[in-house]
């Protein structure tokens, strides 16, 4: 059936607009009587039709009346809540509506969600012969059509209330007041205030209850708070509002203001002279109602002004009004906002000494308090309070109880929260969602994460921006994969992704270092949408940017302004910045004239950049030409700045300046860092200022601000100058510290102490880094086969085991290490390693069998010693020089002089190469015997060895 204006025959357009001219030709002369008049608005197109056909459906939320009034009244609803798209003629909702009585009619309005089918069904009831106007059904049209915020509608239906007679009560003010606030149109709503005064109405205790709620709500507590007093005093002085009119004009025909400036004051009903004379004053009054207090009580705790509503509350008690459930949970939720607890909970032993139980929102409010406290216990105490009330927790309840146990991490209890709200039959919140899925993956639970994500997001409709927000979760932690997963998973029919949530899965690719698929994404934007927006353009210079592609980021600069975006100063900022990282100067500085040129003016972070790349560079004019630059546009050098020159300086030499920029940057609010001193101290170590030096490195100390590299400086320092025990006690103190947290930091350390001799110190260095996971570096092992050489190991040896390291051959590095724990006198470290070593089941080659018969013997574990000894020749590795040099120092420790004089034999008959270090070990090792007789003849073989060998040399 079409839908057609009543006396217009037109049919209504699918965009719904209408012909005003049409409707305003309409006074309707040949209709005797108001009764009969058709409530003529006109009702656009929508998803309800308005044609049916009359179906037997399943409704059963009102019991049936047994009688003709009701079997119509349920035979509406039925009709109404069908979902078929099926047409019933207009007759059959007359003949239905007809024979309601007033009170089934009223009901049936106010049963309906829709105001299409409120107005529809209105026009039906007054086709009715014997319809009476009654300001009631109008009151109801007027709330449906102003809380759909349906001005021009609403317009209408006030024309036609004052053609039918009927006058507006205060109930009818009282709704206007109420929709137009809620609308946020605060001005036009307490226009109808004056709208009453006009006609003399003098509002009652509802109307100006709802219009001092308007002015609560957004935030004018002040004018509230007057205009309540005004009324409670006999009269409603509207001066104190601001009411007039600013002489805009709205774009559209009917904006809600002009209507209510213009046209709507000069139509309605007027009431008798003597009613406006009467109604313009009242004798003084005091609230009645509950609802009345409530909003008072309410403001002043919005206000701030806790006396003031304890007073109202105190007020409210005194002339007798019975607070409700409602009152008790504004002054328990305003004490609670301001941390007041314990009236809190004095108020709740109030309500059940006056037989006003709690209800769910009475524990949500101390549950919220508790949770802005972070003391999930007591939050979960409330939680099982509320339960052993018999109350079922609403929405606001698990939103609350879940937040505080994700914080926290309580992941079982998180689980059964979540089991509880399904076995009620409802879903998560969707804002809970995000919570929910944060905790999982920063807990490390991805698959617990994506399996809860799977079963709530398609059993409820999860928004575009929540979809975002877990996206960005799995972003930041660099998940990209994962994130693709709920970025591609399928929505609801006729869902969109928003373009926050492209934006987002640019950052995801972006953490993750995948570019060419952030492009492509982006291209897919460009072909299918949404379209790019300026978020969009930024991520992406910043993600190429920060990966130092430079050229592309900078196409993208250009594409951005092509597009119709500004780019902001911080994507300016950050392809400058990765120019200069590069080291392509000119570029950056293109970049700098580029934004100069597009009017962005150009932050610290701009002018830092160009610096500290010219300094880095050495190219000390420029980079003073952009700190002049900056300091001309009226911004302060920040320490980054002036520290970027005091590097430029460093390079130069140019001390002086250096200092002078550091007197400057002492005089800045927090004075100058550690890295601005450190850069100054490594200027004076450069050119061997030591006292300057350390006037700043003290300094430093004092203020607690001294780090790693300051210490290292100092220690380059003091060694570069020779001042061995000055350098071991900043190495001490390091070590005290706590500033050994890398390689480096322990490599500075034990080079102080391996040039002052302290060789078992080093040692202990050297554990405790292995001890942290710490692995040694090539500068590291540099420092062991110093530490080697001064510990007295043979020669043959250290050269052996360094021709090892070099070569990169397997065990050499524990070789090594196990060497040096056996030189410094650390021997159950040395042996440990041994034990790895000989216990890997792993052929050993010549240097590592060496370095483990080297260690035992030194240990005095002769017997292991010759085990590996043994193991060696079983592998078919003869022994070498090495291997007698610390064999001859096992048997000496044993006594075994018939094992010396075989090596000694060896050696005499030329067996063995001749070398010193093989000669001092037999040495040591027969005098070790108690053998000094054969100890003098070796050292007497090799005094005339050598000697021959110097004639032989000399000849």
């Not at 040039?755 to 996971?773: I, P, R, S």
Request: glycine residues 8%; charged residues 25%.
């Amino acid at each position: 059936m079409s839908i057609h204006c009543c006396y217009c025959g037109g049919r209504w357009p699918e965009n719904g607009s209408y012909n005003r001219q049409s409707f305003l030709r309409h006074d309707v002369p040949s209709i005797p009587h108001s009764k009969n008049f058709i409530f003529s608005i006109p009702l656009p197109s929508s998803r309800f039709s308005l044609g049916f056909k009359l179906h037997c459906l399943p409704y059963s939320t009102t019991p049936a009346p047994k009688n003709q009034d009701g079997a119509s009244f349920l035979s509406i609803l039925k009709i109404l809540k069908s979902k078929q798209a099926q047409d019933f003629p207009d007759e059959t909702i007359d003949s239905l509506v007809s024979v309601l009585s007033p009170k089934m009619q009223t009901i049936l309005l106010k049963k309906q969600k829709d105001w299409r089918k409120s107005l529809y069904l209105f026009r039906r009831m007054k086709f009715a012969k014997d319809y009476s106007p009654n300001p009631i059904h109008y009151n109801i049209i007027l709330r449906s059509l102003g809380k759909a915020q349906r001005w021009d509608e609403l317009r209408l239906c006030w024309i036609e209330m004052a053609k039918d007679g009927v006058l507006p009560t205060n109930n009818t003010y009282a709704t206007l007041i109420d929709v137009y606030g809620k609308a946020g149109l605060v001005k036009e709503a307490l226009l109808w205030l004056r709208h009453m005064k006009s006609r003399g109405l003098f509002p009652d205790e509802v109307t100006i209850n709802t219009a001092v709620q308007v002015l609560k709500d957004s935030g004018q507590f002040d004018l509230g708070e007057r205009l309540f007093k005004g009324w409670c005093d006999g009269k409603v002085e509207l001066d104190c509002l601001d009411l007039s009119y600013d002489g805009s004009t709205d774009s559209s025909v009917f904006s809600s203001k002009h209507f209510l400036l213009t046209e709507l004051f000069k139509s309605g009903g007027r009431a008798p002279v003597s009613q406006i004379a009467s109604g313009l004053a009242r004798d003084p009054q005091k609230p009645r109602r509950a609802a009345t207090y409530n909003t008072l009580i309410d403001l002043y705790g919005k206000a701030g002004r806790l006396k003031d509503a304890s007073n109202a509350f105190l007020q409210m008690l005194q002339s007798g009004v019975v607070p409700d459930i409602l009152t008790f949970n504004t002054m328990i939720s305003i004490c609670c906002s301001h941390g007041h607890l314990l009236e809190a909970e004095s108020l709740l032993g109030k309500m059940e000494e006056r037989r006003v139980h709690p209800d769910t929102k009475t524990f949500n409010i101390f549950m919220t308090y508790h949770a802005s406290n972070e003391d999930a216990e007591n939050v979960l105490k409330c939680y099982r309070k509320m339960k052993e009330s018999g109350l079922h927790p609403d929405v606001a309840s698990f939103r609350i109880i879940l937040q505080i146990l994700c914080e926290r991490k309580m992941i079982s209890e998180v689980e059964g929260v979540i089991e509880e709200i399904m076995e009620l039959g409802s879903i998560v919140d969707e804002q809970l969602l995000p919570v929910v899925m944060k905790m999982y993956i920063n807990e490390g639970f991805l698959d617990k994460a994506f399996i809860f994500f799977e079963k709530h997001f398609y059993s409820g409709d999860v928004s575009s921006k929540n979809c975002a927000a877990i996206i960005d979760l799995y972003a930041e932690k660099g998940f990209w994969k994962e994130a693709e997963e709920i970025f591609l998973a399928k929505r609801k029919l006729g869902s969109k992704k928003d373009i926050v949530e492209y934006n987002v899965m640019i950052k995801a690719y972006g953490k993750g270092k995948l570019y060419e698929k952030a492009l492509d994404l982006f291209e897919i934007m460009r072909r299918t949408g949404p379209w790019p927006d300026d978020c969009t353009y930024n991520s992406l210079i910043q993600m190429l940017s920060g990966g130092d592609l430079p050229d592309k980021a900078s196409e993208f600069l250009s594409q951005m302004r092509k597009s119709g975006f500004m780019p902001r100063c911080e994507s300016f900022c950050a392809v400058l910045a990765s120019y200069c990282r590069s080291g392509f100067l000119s570029k950056g500085v293109q970049i700098y004239k580029e934004m100069m040129a597009c009017g962005v003016e150009p932050n610290e972070l701009v002018y830092g950049s160009l610096v500290d790349a010219f300094a880095e560079s050495g190219r000390i004019d420029e980079a003073l030409e952009y700190y002049n630059i900056m300091e001309k546009s009226g911004m302060k050098a920040n320490r980054i700045v002036l520290t970027s020159l005091i590097k430029a300086y460093g390079k130069v030499g140019c001390w002086k300046e250096a200092q002078e920029l550091y007197g400057k940057m002492k005089k800045l609010k927090d004075g100058p860092d550690a890295i601005a001193s450190n850069c100054l101290i490594n200027l004076y170590a450069g050119l061997g200022m030591v006292n300057e030096a350390k006037l700043i490195f003290d300094d430093l100390i004092r203020n607690c601000q001294a780090d790693e590299v300051s210490y290292a400086t100092m220690m380059y320092l003091y060694k570069s100058m020779g001042m061995l025990d000055e350098a071991t006690d900043i190495a001490q103190k390091v070590e005290q510290s706590g500033f050994l947290t890398n390689c480096a930091s322990y490599n500075n350390v034990m080079a102080s102490y391996a040039v002052n001799g302290k060789l078992k110190e080093c040692g202990e260095l050297l554990h405790k880094m292995l001890t942290q996971k710490i692995l040694p570096d090539a500068s590291t092992f540099k420092i062991l086969f110093t530490i080697l050489k001064k510990g007295g190991f043979p020669s043959e040896a250290i050269i052996q085991l360094e021709s090892s390291y070099i070569e990169g051959k397997p065990f050499a590095r524990q070789a090594v290490v196990t060497s040096l724990f056996s030189v410094v006198g650390l021997h159950s470290f040395a042996q440990h390693l041994c034990e790895v070593l000989v216990n890997d089941g792993v052929k050993l080659e010549s240097f590592a069998c060496n370095a483990a018969i080297g260690a035992y013997g030194t240990a005095g574990e002769v017997d292991k010693a010759l085990n590996v000894y043994m193991r060696m020749q079983d592998d078919g590795l003869r022994p070498d020089l090495v291997t007698y040099v610390h064999l001859a120092g096992c048997y000496g420790k044993a006594g075994m002089i018939e094992g010396l004089n075989r090596i000694y034999g060896l050696l005499k008959y030329g067996k063995i190469d001749p070398a010193e270090s093989l000669y001092k070990a037999l040495i040591c090792a027969y005098e070790e015997a108690g053998r000094d007789d054969l100890a003098a003849l070796v050292d007497q073989e090799m005094r005339f060895s050598f000697q021959n060998d110097e004639q032989i040399c000399d000849d």
